[in-house]
Structure formats: structure tokens, C-alpha cells
């Protein structure tokens, strides 16, 4: 089945074989059109329309192209009628938004109550088992944490977002089946709410005590780059400290970019792992729009392939993809159309796009991911390959990206304190 983003040519014409196109104009094969294709055809073409509208601020057409894209648009359709669903939904709020001059600043961390909190969390814990997105986030970064840290005794790691985390029994796993034992495992969790945290906390040091690691855990309300006094991470001498930080839309994770840098300037971690999405937020409405359709339309395309614990037509697969498309997808979409992105609060300062170029000037250097990360990323994807087969998996100057056919969608990144490479060398 053909995605939005394979599909944006007028759909003129139509009962007329066609060939499969996509954005950029490109054909690839000849095929008959069927009339779920015509609709995503022509749902592209309003949403662009109506994109198009907003941008030169028509708010009139915009609202009846938004009426008459939202009734063909569906949430539990086609791929093309489920991502457009969203993007309906989105371009909707940012209209009103325009016709009253308010755009508001996406929520801060501390405004999202505990109940949203946990309805993040239990979608990504879906998304963690239908797509290879999560778990290729974790076993890249575990890996690239466990080389840094070898014949480490003293182990501290800091999540900037911590959430449920899901990825550290992992890294609990080969930790402790090092011949070399850990003395000290901390792991410092921010994140929005101190009852979460706690919760973590306390699932984490049950599973590590299972392991017979002696472990500890830190909760810290609030936001890395909001952190004046640093002293309140608990860095400690002799600890090699290692960071985490999975990028995504959803909310804003780390507050001032300045301050995140200067935290990170500060402390030079032992490793910095990062996440990141492959989708850019800055530039004109219109620009945003066109690289977000191309992002989230290849995103929900992937979620047609079988789960690993079902197919497509398994009611139990499609309520995981709708509570994952609703809840994680779809706040994303809103956060970048309708807002601008979690960077644009317009709180006056320069935001950063390129982290890996602020990283290189604050002082790291990259640490290649080539190896074993990549070994673990390409077993994984490996293991699930019958469920997983439009999966591509690229090594990119030290970097690890993961993709749907021929787009990349997110990057895994390590890096260093150059010092540190220095030494090594």
C-alpha cells in the first residue's frame, strides 16, 4: 500500500493506470491505482493546499480544506487516511490559533499532569513492541555505554528523560555478566514528575538487586539545562559518568539549550549517548509541514508491517498502533504544526538544530558506533527480520541510522571528551 509521502501528484485522471509516484516527481513501476490510493492522492493534495493557505495566512480556505480533508481522513484507516487524520487535526488547531493571533508555547514539562505522563509511558511501551524504533534506541546506546565503561568500578548514569526506564535492565544484564564486577552502579532519572520518578526508581533497584548489583537511584524534578547548581546531579569522584539523551517531540525535554551545553561543558561525562530524531523543526511553517508529512507518513507506513506478536489484521496489533499513532504520533504532529516544535516557546533563545555541531564545539569528539553497536543493531534487526523487512540499518561517519526503505528516521550518536580520545589514541 502506498504511503502519503509516495503519493503526492494531483490525482486527475485517475481510472487510468498510473505509476507509483512520491514527492520529489519520481515514478517506480507501473500499477493500477485503486480507489484507497485515489483517496491518498487526494488527501495529499489538501493537506498541502491547505498548508499552503495557512502559510500565506488564507485562514478562510485553509478551514474548508481541513473540512474536507478531515472527511476523508480516517485514525483507524489506511496509512495515508491515518496520518492525515493527525495532520487534520494539527493544521486545525494551528487555524485557530492563527484567527485568534495566539500560538501557544508547546507545554512545559511541569504542565503535563500525572495522568498524561503515564499515557506517554504506556505508549511507548507499545511502540517498544511493534516497531524495532525503541528497542534499536536502547541496545545501540547500552552497547556504546558498556565499552566506555569497561573495567569501570564505579558507574554513574544520568537519563535527561528517563520516563519508565525501559532501557536500563538491559544495560543491567551485561553489566553484570562482566568478569570484572561493579562496586557502585548510580543512576540519576529527570524527569516531569517525582511520583514517576519514584516509581522508576524503585522498579529499577528491585530488578538490579535480582542481578546482585548494588545499585542506587537519584530522581531529579525538573529539566537538565534548568539546573543552576550542578552539585544536585551528585557527581562524584572516581565515578565514570556517562549521559543519556533520546530526543523527541513530544514535550520539551532540557529546557535551555545553553544551559544543557553548559552542563554537559561542566561535568564531561565519560560518554554522552543521543537520540535523535531524523526530522528537521526549524525553518518557514511550510517547510516544517512538508518535512513532517514526509516523516510521520513513513512512520505510520512501517506500523503496516506485522508486529512482532501479530499482523496487521490482529485486533490486539491494532490497538497498540492506534494507542502509539494517537498518543505518541499524533502529539508529535500537533506539537510541530500547530506549535512549531518543543524548541519554539519563544523564549528569546537561539535554539539549536545540528547537537553533534554544538557538541564538537563544546568540546567532544564522536565516538564511532561502527563497531559492536552497530553488531547489536544489525542482530536485531536480524532477529525480527520475517516482521521487520523494510527496516534499513546505515553506518554514517561513526553514527547509526535506522530507517523505512530509503529514509532515514533516527540517528544513534555517541561522543567523547576530546581529551579523553587524545588518551586513547
Same mark, same amino acid.
Given at each position: 500500500?502506498?504511503?502519503?509521502?509516495?503519493?503526492?501528484?494531483?490525482?486527475?485522471?485517475?481510472?487510468?493506470?498510473?505509476?507509483?509516484?512520491?514527492?520529489?516527481?519520481?515514478?517506480?513501476?507501473?500499477?493500477?491505482?485503486?480507489?484507497?490510493?485515489?483517496?491518498?492522492?487526494?488527501?495529499?493534495?489538501?493537506?498541502?493546499?491547505?498548508?499552503?493557505?495557512?502559510?500565506?495566512?488564507?485562514?478562510?480556505?485553509?478551514?474548508?480544506?481541513?473540512?474536507?480533508?478531515?472527511?476523508?481522513?480516517?485514525?483507524?484507516?489506511?496509512?495515508?487516511?491515518?496520518?492525515?487524520?493527525?495532520?487534520?487535526?494539527?493544521?486545525?488547531?494551528?487555524?485557530?490559533?492563527?484567527?485568534?493571533?495566539?500560538?501557544?508555547?508547546?507545554?512545559?514539562?511541569?504542565?503535563?499532569?500525572?495522568?498524561?505522563?503515564?499515557?506517554?509511558?504506556?505508549?511507548?511501551?507499545?511502540?517498544?513492541?511493534?516497531?524495532?524504533?525503541?528497542?534499536?534506541?536502547?541496545?545501540?546506546?547500552?552497547?556504546?555505554?558498556?565499552?566506555?565503561?569497561?573495567?569501570?568500578?564505579?558507574?554513574?548514569?544520568?537519563?535527561?528523560?528517563?520516563?519508565?526506564? /525501559?532501557?536500563? =535492565?538491559?544495560? *543491567? !544484564?551485561? @553489566?553484570?555478566?562482566?568478569?570484572?564486577?561493579?562496586?557502585? &552502579?548510580?543512576?540519576? +532519572?529527570?524527569?516531569?514528575?517525582?511520583?514517576?520518578?519514584?516509581?522508576?526508581?524503585?522498579?529499577?533497584?528491585?530488578?538490579?538487586?535480582? /542481578?546482585?548489583? =548494588?545499585?542506587? *537511584? !537519584?530522581? @531529579?524534578?525538573?529539566?537538565?539545562?534548568?539546573?543552576?547548581? &550542578?552539585?544536585?546531579? +551528585?557527581?562524584?569522584?572516581?565515578?565514570?559518568?556517562?549521559?543519556?539523551?533520546?530526543?523527541?517531540?513530544?514535550?520539551?525535554?532540557?529546557?535551555?539549550?545553553?544551559?544543557?551545553?553548559?552542563?554537559?561543558?561542566?561535568?564531561?561525562?565519560?560518554?554522552?549517548?543521543?537520540?535523535?530524531?531524523?526530522?528537521?523543526?526549524?525553518?518557514?511553517?511550510?517547510?516544517?509541514?512538508?518535512?513532517?508529512?514526509?516523516?510521520?507518513?513513513?512512520?505510520?507506513?512501517?506500523?503496516?508491517?506485522?508486529?512482532?506478536?501479530?499482523?496487521?489484521?490482529?485486533?490486539?496489533?491494532?490497538?497498540?498502533?492506534?494507542?502509539?499513532?494517537?498518543?505518541?504520533?499524533?502529539?508529535?504532529?500537533?506539537?510541530?504544526?500547530?506549535?512549531?516544535?518543543?524548541?519554539?516557546?519563544?523564549?528569546?533563545?537561539?535554539?539549536?538544530?545540528?547537537?553533534?555541531?554544538?557538541?564538537?564545539?563544546?568540546?567532544?569528539?564522536?565516538?564511532?558506533?561502527?563497531?559492536?553497536?552497530?553488531?547489536?543493531?544489525?542482530?536485531?534487526?536480524?532477529?525480527?527480520?520475517?516482521?521487520?523487512?523494510?527496516?534499513?540499518?546505515?553506518?554514517?561517519?561513526?553514527?547509526?541510522?535506522?530507517?523505512?526503505?530509503?529514509?532515514?528516521?533516527?540517528?544513534?550518536?555517541?561522543?567523547?571528551?576530546?581529551?579523553?580520545?587524545?588518551?586513547?589514541?
Amino acid at each position: 500500500m502506498k504511503s502519503i509521502r509516495d503519493a503526492a501528484v494531483d490525482d486527475d485522471n485517475s481510472d487510468r493506470p498510473r505509476k507509483r509516484p512520491n514527492l520529489t516527481g519520481e515514478t517506480t513501476g507501473n500499477e493500477l491505482a485503486t480507489g484507497a490510493e485515489r483517496r491518498g492522492l487526494r488527501l495529499l493534495r489538501l493537506l498541502l493546499q491547505c498548508a499552503e493557505c495557512v502559510a500565506m495566512d488564507n485562514l478562510s480556505d485553509a478551514a474548508d480544506l481541513v473540512l474536507e480533508a478531515s472527511e476523508l481522513a480516517s485514525p483507524f484507516g489506511s496509512s495515508p487516511e491515518r496520518v492525515a487524520a493527525y495532520f487534520v487535526d494539527a493544521l486545525r488547531f494551528r487555524i485557530v490559533g492563527s484567527c485568534i493571533g495566539i500560538h501557544s508555547p508547546l507545554k512545559h514539562i511541569k504542565t503535563l499532569n500525572l495522568s498524561q505522563m503515564q499515557s506517554f509511558h504506556g505508549a511507548l511501551q507499545s511502540y517498544n513492541a511493534i516497531s524495532p524504533f525503541v528497542k534499536f534506541s536502547h541496545f545501540t546506546a547500552n552497547q556504546a555505554i558498556y565499552e566506555a565503561v569497561d573495567g569501570e568500578e564505579r558507574v554513574h548514569v544520568i537519563d535527561l528523560d528517563i520516563m519508565q526506564g /525501559l532501557q536500563w =535492565p538491559g544495560l *543491567f !544484564h551485561i @553489566l553484570a555478566s562482566r568478569p570484572r564486577k561493579i562496586v557502585s &552502579l548510580r543512576l540519576t +532519572g529527570i524527569g516531569s514528575s517525582t511520583e514517576l520518578l519514584e516509581q522508576t526508581g524503585r522498579r529499577l533497584a528491585e530488578f538490579a538487586r535480582s /542481578l546482585g548489583l =548494588p545499585f542506587e *537511584f !537519584h530522581s @531529579l524534578e525538573g529539566k537538565i539545562g534548568d539546573v543552576a547548581d &550542578l552539585s544536585r546531579l +551528585g557527581i562524584r569522584p572516581g565515578e565514570a559518568t556517562v549521559m543519556h539523551w533520546m530526543h523527541h517531540s513530544l514535550y520539551d525535554v532540557i529546557g535551555s539549550n545553553l544551559g544543557t551545553l553548559r552542563a554537559m561543558k561542566s561535568i564531561r561525562p565519560k560518554l554522552i549517548t543521543v537520540i535523535e530524531q531524523d526530522l528537521s523543526k526549524t525553518g518557514s511553517f511550510l517547510v516544517r509541514f512538508v518535512e513532517a508529512l514526509h516523516y510521520y507518513s513513513a512512520l505510520f507506513d512501517a506500523l503496516e508491517v506485522p508486529g512482532e506478536d501479530g499482523f496487521v489484521g490482529d485486533e490486539g496489533m491494532i490497538l497498540r498502533r492506534h494507542q502509539v499513532e494517537q498518543r505518541l504520533f499524533g502529539a508529535e504532529i500537533r506539537n510541530i504544526v500547530a506549535v512549531g516544535g518543543p524548541k519554539r516557546s519563544g523564549g528569546g533563545e537561539v535554539k539549536v538544530e545540528r547537537w553533534g555541531d554544538e557538541l564538537i564545539r563544546a568540546g567532544f569528539l564522536p565516538f564511532s558506533l561502527a563497531g559492536s553497536p552497530a553488531a547489536q543493531a544489525s542482530l536485531l534487526l536480524g532477529m525480527y527480520r520475517s516482521n521487520w523487512r523494510g527496516y534499513s540499518l546505515a553506518e554514517e561517519n561513526g553514527c547509526l541510522k535506522l530507517g523505512w526503505k530509503d529514509l532515514s528516521l533516527l540517528t544513534a550518536s555517541a561522543w567523547q571528551p576530546s581529551t579523553d580520545l587524545i588518551g586513547n589514541t
